[in-house]
């Protein structure tokens, strides 16, 4: 793109540097907030994870009796006593982002026959909620990660714009229009003398005659 050389667009290539490095470390701290975030977010899912996997393990051994006993058949399976009424969030604003937060999961009341169930039954469909409580835990997570990796991208994107493109460019605009401008007042200068010069040459002239 050619550019005016010209006192007033040296003014505005100035102007525009000042902006562009007045933004650049405020864009480069909402990219390391970002980061951060999203490595915390990415972390908190590996210890839901492993707490997940703990809560199926100790409920291994419920399983296992339950799937021994043949008076229960597909529809009387404990898991269908488990049913998520709702999955409650909130919202936070991170780095100027609005992302999801995991308040609470609501089940629905069921009522089951204590005669057919087995005493641990209670146990077990804690068990399995905290199970289902995990697995919403990480899908709001996974959706807050999401939309912070967007804007992390978009935040890149510009960091990268101002540090290789647009800083360098109103630099080397600057620098352009400065010694073009630089090289016009000489030229002013050195016409001025010769002029000057001419002039008295003149004078000169005019007396001996």
Do not use: C
Request: charged share 35%; proline share 2%; net charge positive.
């Amino acid at each position: 793109m050619r550019i005016k050389l010209t006192k007033n667009e040296l003014k505005k290539q100035k102007d525009s540097l000042k902006q562009f490095e007045r933004y650049l470390p405020t864009l480069a701290m909402k990219k390391q907030q970002l980061q951060i975030v999203i490595f915390d977010a990415y972390k908190e899912i590996e210890e839901i994870r492993k707490a997940q996997k703990k809560a199926k393990d100790s409920l291994s051994s419920w399983i296992a009796v339950y799937a021994s006993n043949r008076l229960l058949n597909d529809d009387e399976s404990i898991i269908n006593l488990v049913k998520i009424k709702e999955i409650k969030k909130t919202h936070s604003n991170v780095a100027g982002v609005v992302v999801p937060i995991f308040s609470s999961l609501e089940f629905e009341s069921l009522r089951y026959d204590l005669d057919i169930y087995p005493l641990w039954v209670d146990s077990a469909l804690e068990a399995l909620k905290n199970i289902a409580k995990y697995t919403a835990m990480v899908k709001t997570l996974e959706e807050e990660i999401a939309l912070l990796e967007t804007e992390l991208r978009i935040t890149s994107q510009r960091v990268n714009l101002f540090e290789k493109v647009k800083i360098p460019e109103a630099k080397d605009n600057i620098k352009k229009i400065n010694i073009y401008l630089q090289d016009q007042s000489t030229q002013a200068v050195v016409r001025g003398k010769i002029a000057k010069k001419k002039k008295g040459g003149k004078s000169y002239d005019s007396e001996d005659a």
